[in-house]
């Protein structure tokens, strides 16, 4: 128990739910301009083709989050390995899971925030999208990275 940090687990959680909204923001530059063109003809055939469209970006999504938080159990699992400290990925698998079965990954609610941010780019949704995604991987990364560094840092202190 020497090795459980409280502020390490909650960057590594932070960092890979800011780099699963990230992806999301990608995965939607693909599917923006065809459910805004479907949004608006909407008759009797256009609506079976609005719901499959919408199905299939609902659980393309989903499948996208799982893959995404998965990778990064494995890459925080691996740096917690290397430097002894298990109960951390035990901690993060556990509030990941938290987080999936409540619905928070799917709400959108931390990337709502930054709907100002993609309006600043203009009235194109795909470049709005593209640069917020980048952002919260980017912003997601620096989390991991410092709980990373400050890992090490207290690995090499405490003898």
């Known amino acids: 128990m020497k090795n459980f940090n409280f502020k390490i687990i909650l960057?590594?959680?932070?960092?890979?739910l800011l780099i699963?909204?990230?992806?999301?923001?990608?995965?939607?530059?693909?599917?923006?301009?065809?459910?805004l063109y479907l949004s608006k003809n909407i008759n009797?055939?256009?609506?079976?083709?609005?719901?499959?469209?919408?199905?299939?970006?609902?659980?393309?999504?989903?499948?996208?989050?799982?893959?995404i938080a998965t990778i990064g159990?494995?890459?925080?699992?691996?740096?917690?390995w290397k430097n002894k400290s298990h109960i951390n990925t035990l901690i993060v698998f556990?509030?990941?899971?938290?987080?999936?079965?409540?619905?928070?990954?799917f709400?959108?609610?931390?990337?709502?925030?930054?709907i100002y941010l993609e309006k600043l780019f203009g009235k194109n949704y795909r470049f709005g999208y593209f640069t917020c995604g980048m952002l919260l991987c980017f912003v997601g990364s620096l989390f991991i990275l410092k709980s990373i560094r400050i890992q090490?840092?207290?690995?090499?202190n405490s003898g």
């Open 44 to 67: 009797d055939i256009e609506r079976t083709k609005t719901i499959k469209v919408l199905d299939d970006f609902l659980w393309n999504r989903l499948y996208l989050a799982f893959i």
């Open 20 to 35: 699963i909204y990230g992806f999301q923001r990608f995965f939607y530059v693909f599917y923006v301009e065809e459910i």
């Open 107 to 114: 709400k959108n609610t931390i990337s709502q925030n930054f």
């Open 11 to 16: 960057l590594h959680f932070f960092g890979i």
């Open 73 to 80: 159990l494995f890459f925080i699992a691996y740096m917690n």
């Open 94 to 105: 556990l509030f990941l899971l938290l987080t999936f079965f409540s619905g928070i990954i």
């Open 152 to 156: 090490n840092s207290t690995a090499h």
